[in-house]
């Protein structure tokens, strides 16, 4: 029964982690492209202000997958019953807390993170032809080291701020996020709960699977 189990749980596992995979891959193919399209002429100011964006597109989906963790079902249920509106979107996060913080912490953060690299080598680049040290050496590899230790520390820092906020703050985040997504759906016609929620497509098949029989 416990081997049934396992391969039930790993089936379901893969299910999820092989689109979150491929998710990734177009993220950040489509990320790397535009971040080069944007960096090459970039200076260090524009460079600079683009690990700064970064960083903080990381923090916001951050504090998006922590809160949802955090974040407990009931008061949604509680305010969905009410017919609140964005509610059930707010319930779907909380639910589904382990995708929602997978996808904003591991395949936004990679994003990020690819980004970010690019912007620092641009980054040390300019600065390198400030400083009129064309040639690679010394100089280069202590200022790449500068800017790289810099923007982890920093990332980590801002991130850190962030998780002791989303922890405090988790109800009321997800709440927002859940009405971000109501009005998306809502105003702009983008089914985004349909898309997410799996469970709903499989009891329809299911449903209509009983009817043909």
Do not use: Q
């Not at 396992?6 to 891959?25: D, G, H, R, Y």
């Not at 700064?52 to 305010?79: M, N, R, S, W």
Request: proline share 1%.
């Amino acid at each position: 029964m416990t081997g049934i189990r396992m391969k039930n749980e790993l089936k379901k596992s893969l299910k999820w982690a092989l689109p979150l995979a491929v998710i990734t891959f177009v993220l950040a193919a489509i990320f790397s492209i535009v971040s080069n399209a944007i960096l090459s002429n970039a200076n260090v100011v524009s460079g600079i202000a683009v690990v700064l964006v970064i960083i903080l597109i990381a923090l916001f989906f951050d504090i998006i997958g922590v809160a949802a963790t955090a974040a407990i079902e009931a008061p949604f249920h509680a305010i969905a019953s009410k017919g609140v509106k964005g509610a059930k979107y707010s319930v779907w996060l909380a639910k589904n807390a382990d995708r929602v913080n997978t996808f904003c912490t591991d395949v936004i953060g990679d994003a990020s993170a690819i980004i970010s690299g690019t912007a620092s080598s641009v980054v040390v680049v300019e600065m390198m032809l400030i400083l009129a040290y064309n040639e690679s050496g010394f100089m280069e590899y202590v200022i790449s080291v500068f800017v790289t230790s810099i923007v982890a520390a920093l990332t980590v820092f801002v991130k850190a701020l962030g998780k002791s906020f989303a922890i405090k703050n988790s109800t009321k985040i997800i709440f927002k996020v859940g009405y971000v997504m109501y009005f998306t759906e809502d105003h702009l016609h983008i089914p985004i709960l349909r898309i997410l929620d799996t469970k709903k497509k499989k009891s329809k098949k299911r449903k209509t699977a009983k009817k043909d029989v």
